[in-house]
């Protein structure tokens, strides 16, 4: 398996670029901030022209640090990167003020600017630099070194660092999404367990795609997912180690698992067990590997999916006659029906900033992807065709990503939107995509 830095590695050397001359400190007047909409939106005009490089030679990555930001930024919807055709000022060094009317004149609010350069060791150092262009200021600044085969990975955490310190707002491009990967023909399709960056980069296949796998889920806590794999007889639940590409059976149970999903704290897992006509949930302490159950009922309870606290799940029964989503304490107990709309509802997913469940709804023959508060309130429809299913959250709980099936011979794709409904990009994959669940921001 690849080894891969950990963001804490990253961190270590990182440090703050102050401000520099002909540039006013960044505290000296509060900048504004781009309000993360509900409603129609105009996106922010931000100009990052590509990076210097420091030393010769890496003008190629300097370029391709600065076109994965603009992607990352554009495909936020919140900021409208410039076309570099349109720029006056050609930035040869960031260590002084930029021309603030060079880029004021082509309408730019913010501006990034930063350089590459290799070092002695072989080791790639990265700064940046954030400027408010109507104030005239810097925002933020700051360095990095890293491996050179690290760099995409760099362009995610300054992406990061730019969209925090213009929204406020934690970013999520230093994240990975664990999906389904699906070639062949419709009736022999080979489905394996697939990693790639949230922007669809570095794909890495996880498994061979001997047997059929479904449903990964990311640890919140580690770099292992759950998943489950149907072999010769009853499906299994696995955990598997991304980094060492090590795996384990969680447990063998009696009948058929579906849905296994990380408590917060990455010690347990819940799912959902059939024993008959029904199924209901239960959980399993991955150090004791103790099961608990927690509900008993007639009916079929599955998708069950944690709080951010641990102290809550939601999931899908159909204990009212039809799929509907519930919500009841995480150790089991009465719950409490939350969607009451026309149609059913299903694949309930609680978003990592607690304030939403995302779901899929089907009724007069369409397939939405929503929101409701955690009451049941404000319920708002993001997506609705044929055939759309299995929403998971951006790990700052902004975007939403799902997959797409269109019937026919065609297979699965990938989609994000916007909590606001706004913004539906198609998320690029080598071939047919579906299962998406996205990845905490790496640590």
Known sequence: MLYRPSRRQIMAGMAALGAVAGGRDAFAQAPKRVVIPEGEFTPQPIAIPNFVAGTPGDAEVGVGVAQVITNNLKRSGLFAPIDQAAFIERITNIDTAPQWQSWKQINAT???????????????????????????????????????????????????????????????????????????????????????????????????????????????????????????????????????????IVGNFPGMSFSPRFSPDGQRII????????????????????????????????????????????????????????????????????????????????????????????????????????????ERILTSGYHNEGPTFAPNGRVVMFFREPGGSGGPSLFTVDISGRNELRVPTPGFASDPAWSPLLS
């Open 271 to 378: 799912m959902s067990l059939q024993q008959g006509g029904n199924s209901n949930l239960f959980v399993m302490d991955l150090r004791s590997k103790s099961t608990t159950r927690l509900t008993d009922t007639p009916a079929i309870d599955t998708s069950p999916s944690y709080s951010p606290d641990g102290s809550r799940i939601c999931f899908e029964s159909d204990r009212g006659g039809k799929p509907q989503i519930y919500v009841m304490a995480a150790t089991g107990g009465s719950a409490q029906r939350i969607s009451f709309g026309e149609g059913s509802y299903s694949t309930p997913v609680w978003s990592p900033r607690g304030d939403y469940i995302a779901f899929t709804k089907q009724g007069g023959g369409q397939f939405a992807i929503g929101i409701m508060k955690t009451d049941g309130s404000g």
């Open 110 to 248: 913010y501006l990034v600017t930063g350089r590459m350069t290799r070092q002695g060791d072989g080791r790639l150092k990265a700064e940046f630099r954030l400027w408010d262009v109507n104030q005239q200021q810097q925002l933020t600044g700051q360095q990095y070194f890293t491996s050179p085969e690290y760099w995409r990975r760099i362009a995610h955490i300054i992406s990061d660092q730019i969209y925090e310190r213009a929204t406020g707002e934690k970013g999520y491009f230093d994240s990975r999404v664990v999906f389904v990967d699906e070639t062949g023909s419709k009736e022999r399709r080979v489905k394996r367990l697939a990693l790639m960056d949230q922007d669809g980069a570095n794909v890495r296949y996880l498994t061979r795609g001997s047997d059929l796998v479904l449903t990964p889920r990311f640890s919140p806590s580690t770099q292992e997912i759950t998943y489950m794999e149907f072999g010769q007889g009853d499906p299994r639940v696995y955990l598997f180690n991304v980094e060492t590409g090590q795996r384990e």
